[in-house]
Structures are given as structure tokens and as C-alpha cells.
């Protein structure tokens, strides 16, 4: 109610034969149903107005949920781990696609990244943390067609975290789709309208920690690719979401 109160809209679980979990198809293809194809909703194309719009509803989305009553239940997963997880993960890739060139060479980037991220890690501890989206990137967060009004999908992440994932997770993946266009300019314009929307500033610790989870969120995948069916074709369709954690390191945005 708080969330419609504020023009933002997000699906409610209803119970269908006793549960809210819903299966589609069968056999081996079988997979939980998804709800967008039946939500009314517009994806906004990347471009800089579009992505100010994005973190400004962030930002207004960090206002209500932080609002929230606590305790909230524990997630059972996360878009995320720290750098020596990380690092524990990435050696059992490592191991596993050993046999070929190309993915061990992916790995090996991704372990030099990783590197540089545990040198500039911010402990969670010394973060302003709050009931957060956890997955907030275009696709999850679309808009009504309408009233230009934000819709949620995906929430299955939301959890008390850091505030500053959210934003360094939305980050990372603009930089992901947009490439060189998405430079340190445009993404500073980006935080400034989520703090604008949310009445505050970030606090130092925060802006300091944002490159380095940004890096963890794109690199999070190739990271538990050894424990994948195909973790050579995992870790090989990962090498532009590599790329991208460099560049977002490089530029030191925050």
C-alpha cells in the first residue's frame, strides 16, 4: 500500500492450490512462470534521460521501503558475494574449465579483478543497510504505459542490505548495455538523481564501495560458473559482463 501510495507499482502474491509458486512447462524445460508477459508495461530504451528517470525512482523506491517494518525475512539467495567468496567460488571454476584456452583465460581476468576489488572492498558493516530491491536493473523495473508510474518484478532478492547495492548494481549494468557511452559523467548525473529523490547524500563510505560492487555484480556469474551443467559455455558468455567490471574499476565512479 505504501509502494502504490507512491506510484510504484509491484505484483502481489496470490495463492493458486496452495501455493504462490507457479511451474510452467515440462520435463527437463520445466521452469517458475514468469509474470511480465502479462503486465501491461514499457521498457524504457538506454539513454540519459531514461536512466535519470530510472535512479530517481530508486531513489524514491529506497524512501518507502526504508519505511518498511523490520525484521524482513531472510533472502535465501543474493546477486552478490564478498571478494573472498568470490575467490573460493572462482577457484572451483577455474578447475573445472581448465581444459579450454579461452574460458581459463576469462577466469584468470576475473580473479585479477577480483583482486583489485578485495584492496577497495567497503565492509557492509560501515554501510547505511535497509530493506532494498536487490535485483533493481531495466527489465525488472519497467514503466506503466500510461502514467510513466515505476513497476517492480523480480523482488524474490529483496533483503536488508546496504542501500548503496541497489544503486552499484543498477550501475553495472547500465554500464554493461551502454559501453563506452556510459561514462563517468553520465553515471555521477545518475547517482546525484537517486540522492536528489531520496533527500540525502550518499555518505563517503558508500560512494568509495560503489565501483567495487558494481565490479562484484557483473563478475557474480562467471564467478559460480564452475558449478553450472556447462561451465565452460557459462564462463565464455560472460566475457562482456568482464569487460564491463574493468571499465566500471577503471573509471572510479562513486
Given amino acids: 500500500q505504501r509502494l502504490a501510495a507512491a506510484g510504484i507499482r509491484t505484483p502481489v502474491a496470490l495463492q493458486v ?23 501491461d508495461s514499457v521498457k524504457p530504451g538506454l539513454t540519459p534521460e ?11 523506491l529506497h524512501t518507502v ?50 583482486q583489485e576489488i578485495r584492496k577497495r572492498w567497503v565492509p557492509p558493516a ?19 504505459p500510461d ?31 551502454l559501453g563506452g557511452t556510459c561514462d563517468r559523467a553520465m553515471c555521477m548525473a545518475t547517482i546525484a538523481a537517486y540522492e536528489d529523490a531520496l533527500g540525502q547524500p550518499l555518505i563517503a563510505d558508500e560512494r568509495r564501495a560503489i565501483p567495487a560492487m558494481a565490479a562484484i555484480a557483473l563478475l557474480h556469474t562467471v564467478a559460480h560458473a564452475g558449478y553450472m551443467a556447462s561451465p565452460i559455455d557459462g564462463v565464455q558468455s560472460q566475457e562482456p559482463f568482464v569487460r564491463a567490471a574493468g571499465h566500471i574499476l577503471a573509471a572510479d565512479v562513486g
Fill in 17 to 39: 492450490e496452495g501455493t504462490s509458486v507457479l511451474a510452467a512447462g515440462t520435463g527437463p524445460r520445466r521452469r517458475l512462470a514468469e509474470l511480465e508477459p502479462f503486465i
Fill in 50 to 60: 531514461s536512466c535519470h528517470w530510472f535512479f530517481q525512482k530508486l531513489g524514491e
Fill in 65 to 114: 521501503l526504508a519505511a518498511s517494518p523490520s525484521p524482513f525475512p531472510h533472502s535465501v539467495a543474493a546477486t552478490w558475494g564478498t571478494p573472498r567468496s568470490m575467490q573460493r567460488w572462482l577457484a572451483v571454476t577455474r578447475h573445472t574449465v581448465a581444459t579450454d584456452h579461452a574460458a581459463l583465460g576469462i577466469v584468470a581476468t576475473t580473479q585479477r579483478l577480483v
Fill in 126 to 144: 560501515r554501510l547505511p543497510a535497509q530493506l532494498i530491491h536487490g535485483d533493481f536493473r531495466i527489465g525488472n523495473a519497467v514503466q506503466d
Fill in 147 to 177: 502514467s510513466r508510474d515505476l513497476i517492480l518484478f523480480d523482488t524474490g532478492f529483496a533483503g536488508i542490505r546496504p542501500r548503496v547495492w541497489d544503486v552499484a548494481y543498477a550501475l553495472g549494468f547500465m554500464k554493461l548495455a
